[in-house]
C-alpha cells in the first residue's frame, strides 16, 4: 500500500485538522469530536442542516460545509457510521433554537444512530426532522442497507434545504423541499477497480484487470453486474439507462446531471462520461438545466464513476442555483 497516511488509526483525525486549517474561516471543530460545523453555526433564525458518515468520502460532507448548504457534519472512522454520541453534539451545534435537518444517507448504522441522536435532543427541547436518501437505483437492501443506498443525489439534498433553510423557510419546508429531490433523483455508479482502505492495505474486494463491476456501492458492495471491460460510451449508456428507467421521466422533462468521479478517476475521463450522458439525455428527449462533474462523493482511491440525473422543476432550479459557499462547492 502506498498512501499519503501516517498511521492508520489517526488518518481521520489528520483529516479534520488538516481541513480547518485550509478553511479557518469557514469551518471549525467541536472539541474532542469527529465534528466540524460552518464557523459562525449556530446561525440566527435559521434552520439548521446537517449530515454525516463515514470517512472516504471526501469531499462528503464536511465539505459541504457553508453558506447555502450544510451548517455541521460528522465524520466517522472509514466507511463508518459516526456514533450517536458525537451526532447528539452535531445537532445541539447547529441548533439556534429554529429546529434542524437530518440528512441521512440510506445505511443502517447512519439512520441507527441520526435517530437515537434525534430522540436524545428531542428529549432536551431541540425539533428534530429527517430525510433519508435512497438515490441509488441498483439494488436493493445491499450489505449495509434494507432498501436502496444513498450515494450522491445527497448532494443535491444538502444544496436545495440548504438554500432553502437560507431564505428562512420553516423546518416542515426545508423537509419538504428536501424529500422532493429524494423523490425525483436516480444515482447509478460503477467501478474500474476497487477502493483501498488505510486500515486493511489491500483491495476491499477483488476484481480482476479485464473485469468492471456495474451497481458497485460506495463502501465496494456488490453491484448488478460483473462484466467484461466496456468502453465509456457503453458505461454510461448502461448507467444512464437504468436511472432513466428508474425515473421515468416525461418527454421535455429538465434535468440536473452529476457526472461523479470515486476518487481515482482523471477528470478527462469524467467528461468523456459527460459528453455521452448529455447525448442520450437529448435522445429521450429531456433537457439539462445544469451539469456537474467532478469529485462529489468518493470511495477513496477507486476508480469508477457514477451518474446521477434528478429532474427539476422551477423550485428545484431556484433552490438549486441559488448561491453557496463551501470548501467543495461554490454557486453564485
Not at 457553508?66 to 454520541?85: I, R
Not at 451497481?215 to 444512464?240: K, W, Y
Not at 482511491?301 to 467543495?328: F, H, N, Q, R, Y
Request: hydrophobic share 40%; aromatic share 4%.
Amino acid at each position: 500500500m502506498k498512501k499519503l497516511i501516517n498511521d492508520p488509526d489517526d488518518v481521520v483525525d489528520e483529516m479534520l485538522d488538516g481541513m480547518v486549517a485550509a478553511y479557518p474561516d469557514q469551518v471549525r471543530r467541536l472539541p474532542d469530536t469527529k465534528v466540524l460545523v460552518r464557523d459562525d453555526a449556530p446561525v440566527d433564525g435559521k434552520v439548521g442542516i446537517v449530515s454525516g458518515g463515514g470517512s472516504g468520502h471526501e469531499p462528503t460532507h464536511a465539505g459541504y460545509l457553508g453558506e447555502g448548504m450544510l451548517d455541521g457534519a460528522a465524520a466517522g472512522e472509514v466507511f463508518t457510521s459516526p456514533t450517536a454520541d458525537e451526532l447528539e453534539e452535531l445537532v445541539g451545534a447547529a441548533d439556534s433554537g429554529e429546529g434542524v435537518l437530518m440528512v441521512i444517507k440510506n445505511y443502517e448504522g447512519d439512520v441507527m444512530n441520526f435517530e437515537t441522536a434525534g430522540e436524545m435532543v428531542e428529549m432536551e427541547g431541540t425539533d428534530v426532522a429527517q430525510v433519508v436518501v435512497d438515490d441509488d437505483v441498483a439494488v436493493e437492501d445491499s450489505l449495509y442497507t434494507s432498501g436502496r443506498r444513498g450515494v450522491c443525489g445527497t448532494i443535491l439534498v444538502h444544496k436545495a434545504a440548504g438554500a432553502k433553510a437560507a431564505e428562512g423557510a420553516d423546518l416542515d419546508e426545508v423537509q419538504r423541499v428536501a424529500q422532493k429531490v429524494i423523490d425525483n433523483v436516480g444515482t447509478m455508479g460503477m467501478a474500474l477497480t476497487s477502493c483501498i482502505t488505510p486500515e486493511k492495505g489491500e483491495a476491499t474486494f477483488d476484481l480482476p484487470e479485464d473485469e468492471i463491476e456495474l451497481g458497485i456501492g460506495i463502501h465496494g458492495e456488490p453491484g448488478v453486474e460483473r462484466t467484461d471491460v466496456m468502453s465509456a460510451d457503453e458505461i454510461t449508456e448502461e448507467l444512464t439507462q437504468n436511472v432513466l428507467e428508474d425515473l421515468d421521466l416525461d418527454d421535455g422533462q429538465e434535468v440536473m446531471t452529476i457526472v461523479n468521479g470515486m476518487g481515482g478517476t482523471p477528470q478527462m475521463e469524467l467528461f468523456v462520461v459527460n459528453r455521452k450522458l448529455q447525448q442520450i439525455l437529448g435522445d429521450h428527449g429531456l433537457e439539462t438545466w445544469d451539469a456537474w462533474v467532478g469529485d462529489y462523493m468518493t470511495s477513496l482511491d477507486m476508480e469508477g464513476c457514477s451518474i446521477t440525473v434528478c429532474a427539476v422543476d422551477e423550485e428545484l432550479k431556484e433552490l438549486l442555483g441559488a448561491p453557496a459557499e463551501t470548501p467543495a462547492l461554490t454557486v453564485k
